[in-house]
């Protein structure tokens, strides 16, 4: 079955950096376009960036755009989404997401709090 884990989360200061990772499995990985998405508290989950399947397309919500980059190693089932500049906006759990054919699939998430 599909399994998204999330890694890299932590808590940083304002104007600081963070990448998250999100190892899958259970797919043929470079088959799929991959997307990260975060759900602040009190709001609902929002997408963040996403990736076609051979890497070559990127795709960033207006908030993230010139501060995130998601990227991806299909030789490890990996993706990535390296944060810049953050805000205390940004602070969020950030989950990775796929779609199947079985439908979306999410891990469980990983906290990233920017605060000082």
């Known amino acids: 079955q599909v399994q998204l884990v999330e890694s890299g989360g932590g808590l940083v200061q304002p104007g600081g950096s963070l990448r998250l990772s999100c190892a899958a499995s259970?797919?043929?990985?470079?088959?799929?376009?991959m997307q990260w998405y975060r759900q602040a508290p009190g709001k609902e989950r929002a997408f963040v960036a996403g990736i076609t399947n051979d890497g070559a397309s990127t795709y960033y919500a207006d908030s993230v755009k010139g501060r995130f980059t998601i990227s991806r190693d299909n030789a490890k089932n990996m993706v990535y989404l390296q944060m810049n500049s953050l805000q205390a906006d940004d602070t969020a759990v950030y989950y990775c997401?796929?779609?199947?054919?079985?439908?979306?699939?999410w891990g469980q998430g990983t906290q990233v709090t920017v605060s000082s």
């Open positions: 997401n796929v779609r199947t054919l079985g439908g979306d699939s």
């Open positions: 259970g797919f043929t990985f470079r088959n799929l376009v």
